[in-house]
Nanobody, 122 residues
Framework: QVQLVESGGGLVQPGGSLKLSCAAS????????MGWYRQAPGKQRELVAI???????IYADSVKGRFTISRDNAKNTVYLQMNRLKPEDTAVYYC????????????????WGQGTQVTVSS
């Protein structure tokens, strides 16, 4: 069973930055696509970004130019660097994994983390 553990969430002022991490275990990390979703109170869960196993990245329009997803296969970790944060970025952020990146795109990856809270507020 793949385990995903997120870290790095917290409270930040508008315009600030945070970097989320997601450590994966019990998985051949390099062959998995990794993604981030978020869910704000009262809203549907939405895709934030995907890093495919062959090095491609996919972003939601709402975060393009502000967020960067990256992965370190040697550390079995995926990151989400979030810059120029806005109050509307406030949400619980979830890491996920699947061998097929399209399952992450459609919200049906095999594995999910427990989530980490990001709050953007002054």
């Amino acid at each position: 069973q793949v385990q995903l553990v997120e870290s790095g969430g917290g409270l930040v002022q508008p315009g600030g930055s945070l970097k989320l991490s997601c450590a994966a275990s019990r998985v051949i990390f390099s062959i998995y696509a990794m993604g981030w979703y978020r869910q704000a109170p009262g809203k549907q869960r939405e895709l934030v970004a995907i890093a495919t196993s062959d090095g491609r990245t996919i972003y939601a329009d709402s975060v393009k130019g502000r967020f960067t997803i990256s992965r370190d296969n040697a550390k079995n970790t995926v990151y989400l660097q979030m810059n120029r944060l806005k109050p509307e970025d406030t949400a619980v952020y979830y890491c996920n994994a699947d061998r097929n990146y399209m399952k992450i795109e459609t919200g049906t990856p095999d594995y999910w983390g427990q989530g980490t809270q990001v709050t953007v507020s002054s």
